[in-house]
């Protein structure tokens, strides 16, 4: 992670209406739906509301009565990545839908209704990384950042950020900040000049059995401590607990290998 957005504070940030682009929830998808609850409420302290239902048994996760994620049953005969998906909000899913397909991505699912919560799609960049994309109707997505258990970035971990930075730019009108470095390639995406999510272009460090992905960072006080705990419920740690110039990170995969990273902000 290059550049994150900042810290809302301790006490959290509150959000009315996401701006086109920015990113708003994230979901997983697992087989033990259950034991993911179990994981992630012993890890960040979240508790869990059901529905909506469309796709399957799906629940939200609360943190202090703010939603902050979502988590559903995967059918038993679909042997899918399990893997955080970030989505991106749109005033217009059916329309993002279209510039997607238009831009060389692929639509995987929808667009379709989340009862009276909102309207999602699920999709690919040309890279084959899977996003969703949220057109929100009762429900806004994330209701708070900036405290330890809510995400606090998404950056997408490609080959090189060239061409797929142009996909996102014309899907959904962000501005780019590149690094100035002849041996980093990142670009920061931005809405009306505020950092939302970053693009990493790793080369040949990509892990061969993930190809292009998205990761989500989540805020914890203490990454050292959260790792460890981690490990005691099942995780795995992949990638030590290491300073940043934006904190402390690790990077960890849950009990069925969705990975994640750990992102201790400097205060």
């Avoid at 902050?68 to 970030?86: E, F, K, N, S």
Wanted: aromatic share 8%; glycine share 14%; hydrophobic share 40%.
């Amino acid at each position: 992670m290059t550049e994150a957005r900042g810290s809302a504070g301790r006490n959290g940030d509150t959000h009315a209406r996401y701006a086109p682009g920015t990113p708003c929830w994230v979901s997983l998808m697992v087989h033990g739906l259950a034991a993911t609850q179990d994981f992630y409420g012993a890890l960040f302290g979240w508790e869990f509301q059901p529905g909506p239902q469309q796709l399957g048994p799906y629940v939200r996760a609360l943190l202090d009565g703010h939603e902050v994620a979502g988590i559903g049953q995967l059918p038993p005969d679909r042997h899918l990545p399990i893997a955080w998906t970030p989505y991106l909000a749109s005033d217009d899913v059916d329309l993002t839908a279209e510039t997607v397909r238009l831009c060389g991505g692929t639509l995987g699912v929808g667009p379709l209704d989340a009862a009276e919560d909102g309207r999602l799609a699920i999709c690919s960049d040309p890279s084959g990384a899977v996003f969703g994309v949220w057109q929100p109707l009762a429900r806004l997505g994330m209701t708070i950042t900036g405290v330890p258990g809510a995400p606090a970035w998404n950056e997408l971990v490609t080959f090189e950020t060239a061409g797929v930075a142009k996909f996102y730019e014309a899907v959904f009108g962000y501005s780019e900040e590149a690094v100035a470095s002849a041996d980093v390639d990142y670009v920061t995406l931005r809405i009306g000049g505020r950092p939302v999510a970053g693009l990493h272009g790793v080369g040949d460090a990509l892990p061969r059995d993930r190809g292009p992905h998205w990761m989500t960072y989540f805020e914890v006080a203490d990454v050292d401590e959260a790792a460890g705990r981690l490990v005691d419920l099942g995780g795995h740690v992949l990638k030590p607990p290491r300073d940043s110039a934006h904190g402390r990170v690790a990077e960890v995969a849950d009990p069925e290998g969705a990975r994640f990273s750990l992102l201790q902000n400097p205060r």
